[in-house]
């Protein structure tokens, strides 16, 4: 069964640069796998960021993009906040008859 | 705006049955896919089964094919999932997630509602 990859955590420094990738165990990830991401705080329900490989949900700001980066989809921030400490989830869309397979979620720090 | 807003969690015993809800309001129910996505304990989201618009077609994770089953009624704007032979595996916190098909992502979330499945 295929595993979807994500960085266990990561750290950034208030106004830096970060980029999270999603990857298979087996094979690379193009747009036909339709990446999402979402960003989860302790406590708080998923928000969706990003869908499509690159748009940008309703209400996030642009220092959240979304690409494929060699064989993976990858979240950048931008100009990181203390807020966007949280917790990071890509899915991808594996075949029909299912709605996709959640990576293990990357723990984001901003210090 | 769009409101997702889940029920009927509680404690169980293994073996035993229950039924959440989901009551959605601030769009057009009918013309949308749901689906519900848990989470158990200190763990990652795990997407657990979804229904076209009509209710015509149900998907399952592998991991709960068999036991739970996902309905809608678009009279009542509500979603639902029977959970049945419920397994201390299930604990999780369920959430309700509106699901764009064309797409394939979650574009909104309830706030969850939260099985345990302990003697």
């Known amino acids: 069964q295929t595993v979807v990859t994500q960085e266990p955590s990561f750290s950034v420094s208030p106004g830096g640069t970060v980029t999270l990738t999603c990857g298979l165990s087996?094979?690379?990830?193009?747009?036909?796998?339709?990446p999402s991401w979402y960003q989860q705080t302790p406590g708080q329900a998923p928000r969706t960021l990003i869908y499509?490989?690159?748009i940008r949900s309703s209400g996030v700001p642009d220092r959240f993009s979304g690409s494929i980066l060699g064989n993976k989809a990858a979240l950048t921030i931008t100009g990181a906040q203390a807020d966007d400490e949280s917790d990071y989830y890509c899915?991808?869309?594996?075949?029909?008859?299912?709605?996709?397979?959640f990576g293990g979620g990357t723990k984001l720090t901003v210090l | 705006e769009v409101q997702l807003l889940e029920s009927g969690g509680g404690l169980v015993q293994p073996g035993g049955s229950l039924r959440l809800s989901c009551a959605a309001s601030?769009?057009?129910?009918?013309?949308?896919?749901m689906s519900w996505v848990r989470q158990a304990p200190g763990k990652g989201l795990e997407w657990v089964s979804t229904?076209?618009?009509?209710?015509?077609?149900?998907f399952y994770a592998d991991s709960v094919k068999g036991r739970f089953t996902i309905s809608r009624d678009n009279s009542k704007n509500t979603l639902y999932l029977q959970m049945n032979s419920l397994r201390a595996e299930d604990t999780a916190l369920y959430y309700c997630?509106?699901?764009?098909?064309?797409?394939?992502?979650?574009?909104?979330w309830g706030q969850g509602t939260l099985v345990t499945v302990s003697s």
């Open positions: 601030g769009f057009t129910f009918s013309s949308y896919a």
């Open positions: 087996s094979g690379s990830v193009s747009t036909n796998y339709y």
């Open positions: 997630a509106k699901r764009v098909i064309i797409t394939e992502y979650f574009d909104c």
């Open positions: 499509n490989t690159n």
């Open positions: 229904i076209v618009d009509s209710g015509g077609r149900t």
């Open positions: 899915v991808l869309y594996m075949r029909s008859g299912t709605s996709g397979v």
